[in-house]
């Protein structure tokens, strides 16, 4: 069975830095793509940050270009949001999955990312 545990989340200020980072197991990590999602209240889900299996290929939503990188290490099945100058816009809850599993894949907990001063 799928499952995604993430963590890293906090209470931070508005230019603060903080690390995403989620296990995954159920799959064979290294043949997927990873994707972090995001969720505002009263928002719908968005796709913040995918990369490819081995890591070469990287695509971020236009808010959050130059400022998070995503990044993964396939033999602990983790992959990672490295979040920079947050703004209070990316208040939200973070998730991960595999980029068009959506539907079939047992969504995490998530990990609640507070910008706020």
């Known amino acids: 069975q799928v499952q995604y545990v993430e963590s890293g989340g906090g209470l931070v200020q508005p230019g603060g830095s903080l690390r995403l980072s989620c296990a995954a197991s159920?799959?064979?990590?290294?043949?997927?793509?990873m994707a972090w999602y995001r969720q505002a209240p009263g928002k719908e889900r968005e796709l913040v940050a995918q990369?490819?299996?081995?890591?070469?290929?990287?695509n971020y939503a236009s808010s959050v270009k130059g400022r998070f990188t995503i990044s993964r290490d396939n033999a602990k099945n983790t992959v990672y949001l490295q979040m920079n100058s947050l703004e209070p816009e990316d208040t939200a809850l973070y998730y991960c999955?595999?980029?068009?599993?959506?539907?079939?894949?047992?969504w995490g907990q998530g990990t609640q990312v507070t910008v706020s001063s």
């Open positions: 999955c595999r980029p068009g599993y959506e539907a079939r894949d047992n």
């Open positions: 159920g799959f064979t990590f290294n043949l997927y793509a």
């Open positions: 990369v490819t299996n081995i890591g070469i290929i990287r």
